[in-house]
């Protein structure tokens, strides 16, 4: 089960945080949240810094480039869809207790539940802030339709959590409410960065949609590629233990996916592990095994590369230029991985 | 101690409550939070209703009309205002782990703390997201301004949120800090409140930012009254028990005030009081001949009306009219009251 080629990122993106793009947008993340002795400002520092990837502040920069406006322009709003992504980091540690985020203490642990509260409040209204600072360029009436994204957006983030929530440990229902979930819980926020980048770079309104329905499907392979990530790449590749899945109950989709082909039989034990948490090592091969054999890791695969293709069609449209070729790479990267 | 005239809501109030601004705020917020079988629905119509005096949306629909604006363009960014009211109220009723509110179970008691979270951020992606339905009268530019504002205000919370939870306790740096911690928890909101009515009515920006000072001071005075009314009213008035905020440790005007001005012997005596937390009888009746020795109550109701004046001064630009009217009340309120 374990394949060849699937890290937690690929080079590439490690070329685009190098690059000017992305060195923009780390210096600028250090400026707006410097070492500082007020105590709001430190605890988002440490929840922001040291930045990840940057994904989404990238992807918003290439969106506002690839309909001819100025990474420059659009930078506040750029960093903003992080502080929206960082703030939801936040908050769900507090709700499913986690205590390590990228290797240290999750921020509830570090600086108890009170102050992640109010944190992830800050971030998220700093990420409406942040729009109004990047409108300058655009017309007025871009910046209301970027806000409606992003409170869109939020409101689905919240939406998606609470069906997550409900979705634990339940194989039934995750499998009919599974697109729906993943849509609302990590579709909706890339949808909003490429349609807030194209908005606010000057788009028009069906171009900035277009880019939207990019975010929207290249959002939804991410995450399939994220549930897929236990099954297919090693722990020392995802930072994560390949257990975590199966202890915490949430329904991936390879899981969905055997739980539908498996037999009334295997199904029965499926739950029973899911329901059971703190999977032992036998436990995983036997699901291991069962993925196997109804190929449910190829299947999910499949949809990934699907909404991976859709979002990469989106961008047909656009004239060609080098930022138009950084986000039709990010979907080729989850197209070129090979299962 | 005890003064007349003093309650948690003058008549005038219950009033605007049953005018027909008000029954338009009520049957609009019952329309948009409908009963259902919506988990996140239910919570936040439960956070939401029955709803208080609506006193916040309220005041942004009469700003909105006393610039010239119909009420009926702004009430979706009025109840906006509500949104993020009720917002941190869920969130505080996690940090402070309160399990009232309103005479019933608090959110996070009757739904879970998860929940609570989810709902809060919910709510204030609903607030921003109402500015923009609200805009459609308004100059695309205003928009962007009201969203800036409630973006501005919503930061200031959390900032006085994180000040005040510094200060509790700490008669010292509470006496220093107070003006500042109470105008970024009480006062910004009303500020945003009274500035998104005015500019999503149409109000010059200049005439906007005068309604905005009115609404910061009202909102300061708003908030010193609260502090009052432990000490001014009987606990069946204002609803909560008279040794509250000596039990949470908050430092509230009077006490600083008293802390200033006692003697070395009484300030001991005071820290050590609020440092016990869970204050017996004989301590809140020391409290209270401290309070009374030094005037501390009829300093702080200065402070109060002081707030209230400049707020309603900020008035006498606009053109008579009834909402006019109902906002110089507002303040009128505040300072005819006798202590």
């Not at 970027?146 to 440990?169: H, I, K």
Request: some cysteine; hydrophobic content about 45%; glycine content about 10%.
């Amino acid at each position: 089960m374990t394949v060849t080629g699937f890290t937690r990122y690929p080079p590439f993106i490690d070329d685009l945080a190098r690059s000017e793009s992305g060195r923009l947008l780390h210096a600028e993340l250090g400026r707006r949240w410097p070492e500082t002795t007020d105590q709001l400002v430190t605890i988002a520092r440490y929840a922001l810094l040291p930045a990840g990837k940057l994904l989404r502040p990238m992807m918003a920069l290439h969106a506002a480039e690839a309909v001819g406006g100025s990474p420059r322009d659009v930078l506040a709003a750029a960093l903003g869809m992080e502080y929206l992504h960082v703030a939801t980091l936040v908050h769900d540690d507090i709700i499913d207790a986690d205590t390590l985020r990228r290797g240290r203490p999750a921020v509830p642990v570090a600086f108890g539940i009170p102050n992640a509260i109010v944190v992830g409040d800050h971030l998220i209204f700093s990420a409406f802030q942040s729009i109004v600072d990047s409108g300058g360029a655009a017309p007025p009436s871009h910046v209301a339709a970027a806000v409606a994204a992003l409170a869109e957006a939020g409101q689905d983030l919240c939406r998606g959590q609470m069906l997550e929530a409900q979705l634990v440990g339940d194989l039934d229902a995750g499998a009919r409410w599974y697109p729906e979930m993943i849509r609302l819980k990590t579709g909706s926020l890339f949808r909003a960065v490429c349609h807030i980048g194209a908005l606010l770079g000057g788009a028009d309104p069906d171009v900035a949609s277009g880019l939207a329905r990019y975010g929207e499907h290249l959002g939804t392979a991410f995450q399939i590629r994220d549930d897929l990530l236990s099954y297919v790449a090693t722990p020392e590749q995802t930072g994560k233990p390949a257990t975590s899945d199966l202890n915490n109950g949430r329904p991936t989709l390879p899981l969905l996916l055997a739980y539908d082909a498996a037999t009334d039989t295997s199904r029965v034990e499926l739950m029973a592990v899911l329901h059971r948490r703190g999977a032992g090592p036998g436990d995983v091969e036997w699901v291991a095994g069962l993925l196997a054999e109804v190929g449910a890791v190829e299947a999910a695969r499949r949809q990934m590369v699907e909404h991976a293709e859709r979002a990469r069609a989106e961008l047909a449209v656009l004239a060609p230029s080098a930022s138009v070729n950084v986000l039709a790479g990010i979907a080729h990267w989850m197209t070129s991985e090979t299962a």
